[in-house]
């Protein structure tokens, strides 16, 4: 069995990576990476700041979300 | 982990886990697929790495995997001529009919235990290795291929084909 299934399915024999595939996996992780812009975190640090300031403007926020 | 440092790991080790998973699916572009998606998977989960448990059994755990999938997702039938190809071949020899045939029977199976025949019988890999990129004994791994065999024997024998 061993034999026939060889003859039918040789063993791969070219086994190397033909080039780097670095480049590819950068771009994949720079695309997918999850980038907020610094506006966002500064439009988030003033919502922050705005509800630590006046607490029970936090009620207000939330209905309007 | 920085990029800098999975760059390093990545370099290290890319040919090998390219290698381990062209053994099971054995097709160049569909290996370079895998092998970008074995190191995403790296990437994302790099906290839960064990320096200990070495990087290069727990890529190929997850390589194996993911090449078991694409196996499970590829066609599984690959054409072949009811009626011979080619004329009978002396004694001994086998036909390129017989030879899809069996092609076409293996890629029949089912994927766990192809992978498990693919790099026993034909990459004839350690059984520790292949035990530990599936994920179960060296037991496990001989009970897979005893499995597989049997399959092919009853499944060439309905195509004519006594192994």
Same mark, same amino acid.
């Given at each position: ?5 060889? &003859?039918?399915?040789? +063993?791969?024999? $070219?086994?190397? *990576? ?14 997918? &990476?999850?980038?907020? +812009?610094?506006? $966002?975190?500064? *439009? ?22 | ?54 990087f290069e059994p727990w890529a190929r755990r997850i390589a194996t995997n993911l090449a078991i999938t694409h196996l499970r997702h590829r066609p599984r039938e690959i054409a072949y001529a009811t009626e011979p190809v080619a004329p009978p071949a002396p004694d001994g020899a086998v036909t390129a009919d017989t030879l899809l045939k069996i092609q076409s029977v293996f890629r029949q199976l089912p ?53």
């Amino acid at each position: 069995m061993n034999d026939l299934l060889k &003859t039918a399915l040789p +063993p791969v024999k $070219d086994l190397e *990576l033909k080039h780097d595939l670095w480049p590819a996996m950068r771009q994949r992780i720079d695309e997918r &990476t999850i980038r907020v +812009p610094i506006w $966002d975190w500064a *439009l988030i640090a003033a919502v922050l700041a705005w509800v630590a300031i006046f607490p029970h403007s936090a009620l207000a926020l939330l209905y309007h979300l | 982990m920085d990029v800098e440092a999975f760059e390093a790991l990545f370099r290290d080790h890319q040919s090998e886990v390219y290698r381990w998973i062209m053994r099971i699916v054995r097709d160049p572009s569909v290996a370079e697929d895998l092998t970008l998606e074995t190191f995403w998977r790296v990437w994302k989960a790099a906290d839960r790495f064990d320096p200990q448990r070495g990087f290069e059994p727990w890529a190929r755990r997850i390589a194996t995997n993911l090449a078991i999938t694409h196996l499970r997702h590829r066609p599984r039938e690959i054409a072949y001529a009811t009626e011979p190809v080619a004329p009978p071949a002396p004694d001994g020899a086998v036909t390129a009919d017989t030879l899809l045939k069996i092609q076409s029977v293996f890629r029949q199976l089912p994927p766990k235990l192809q992978a498990a025949a693919t790099l026993a019988l034909i990459e004839e890999q350690k059984y520790e290795d292949i035990a530990s990129a599936l994920g179960i004994s060296v037991g496990g791994v001989k009970s897979r291929v005893f499995r597989a065999v049997r399959i092919l024997r009853k499944k060439l024998e309905k195509v004519g084909i006594t192994p």
